[in-house]
């Protein structure tokens, strides 16, 4: 069973949508004992990290992520791979922290945000040139863990992976069969 | 580095994409979820749904489109016709859109757009302009209803306004182009894209892969839209993309 992680911010419809498409059951819960269920929880967010942050501390999900991190895969998407870090300069507040890395607006010549597909680059065959869709203003930075890129002027962390904690930067649920495979992967066990 | 996005745009009346010819005497194309899918399959980057019902029921039955293409469809998807308030947003966001494109409301309520971005996002805040030249001023002026009715607005002052108000994107239309398939409107667009540090999607005019090629080496805009040379096979997708990478433009081959 997957948990998505509920906090009544971002838009969670397509996230589900690629979970039934990909065959998972899956519940939508705030509740620690329903997350400590699943073997994997999903953290998505669109929006603002100091927002997500604040709505994720009242309700409580923050202590239950940081119970199970070390238990359940974990996987943030879009801002959801943001607030695994420490902190964000988006609302000036602390994240997680289950991830090494700081957030902050991005440092480019282009456009911003980073919207449209981009190309990956990672060590991993399976990760390595396939186009997927981004729509983000702010990235991670000084991250240790990361195992695929994209470059936009710099090179934005795309997937980051520790142990059994993955972010993805971009919307694998947009991101057509390439962005599916990719949350297959994440969810069977990582890359 | 970002890819040229190619996006097939959707006329939705009652349900049933549709095709207007002079705006009067709609033709029935089909359903949108099955024409969702084909583009998906295609390598279209996005879809557009303009919601062009006139009644309630109408966009009732939007939402069930939404809803049942997004089921099907892992690509973004961006709704416009009719949004004219947080809540159409909220509703549209919720039932699978990734966009909304606002046109009139805006132009009616600026301050929509930046209501608008604060509660959702820049990111899915779109502004559809239509622009229409006016000969006489030498100018570009904003047009609503399909073209018919003429704001005043000068094109390039609305643009920078909306940017400034925190719209994530436009969506531009140049009323003179649309339809007569001679190619996009590259002077407007490539002063407007000087203006605006946001992406802009250009529509109006394609009729064939040479005008894509064409917007992208004369202008710095992110994507050209399109509706009837996709749906009726005119330019294929894939055969487009080619093209355009022959050209030296990155795009996403599936």
Known sequence: MIGIVDYSLGNIQNVKNALDKLGYPYLLSSEQSELESCDTVILPGVGHFGNAMQAIESLGIKDTLLEIAG???????CLGMQLLFESSSEGNREGLGLLKGHVRRMDTPFTIPHLGWNTL????????????YFIHSYMVTEAEDVIATSGYGTDVP??????????????????GAAGLEILKNAIEGGF | MIKKRIIPCLDVKDGRVVKGVNF?????????????????????????????SKTQEGHDLMIDVIRDTAKELFIPLTIGGGVSSVGDIRQLLGAGADKVSINSAALRDPGLIKTAADVFG????????DVKYDAVKADYFVFTHGGSKD??????EWIEQCAALGAGELLITSM???????????????????????????????????HFIELFRETDVSAGLAASI??????????????????????RLI
Not at chain 1, 158 to 175: L, N, R, T, Y
Not at chain 2, 30 to 52: C, Q
Not at chain 2, 151 to 156: E, K, Q
Not at chain 2, 230 to 251: A, M, P
């Open chain 1, 71 to 77: 238990s359940k895969r974990i996987i943030g998407i």
């Open chain 1, 121 to 132: 680059d990672s060590g991993y065959k399976s990760l390595d040139g396939r186009d997927v």
């Open chain 1, 158 to 175: 795309a997937i980051v992976q520790k142990d059994s904690i993955i972010g993805i930067q971009f919307h694998p649920e947009k991101s």
């Open chain 2, 24 to 52: 009067i005497g709609l033709r029935d194309i089909g359903d949108p979820v099955e024409l969702a899918k084909r583009y998906n399959e295609e390598g279209a980057d996005e879809l557009v749904f303009l919601d062009i």
């Open chain 2, 122 to 129: 820049s990111q899915c805040i779109c502004i559809a302009i």
């Open chain 2, 151 to 156: 704001t005043g607005i000068r094109a390039f």
């Open chain 2, 176 to 210: 003179d182009h649309d339809g007569v398939k001679q190619g996009f409107n590259t002077v407007f667009l490539k002063q407007a894209k000087e203006l605006v540090d946001i992406p802009i999607i250009a529509s109006g005019g394609a009729g064939d892969p040479g």
């Open chain 2, 230 to 251: 996709f749906h009726n096979r005119e330019v294929d997708i894939e055969d487009l993309k080619y093209k355009l990478q022959d050209e030296g433009f990155e795009v």
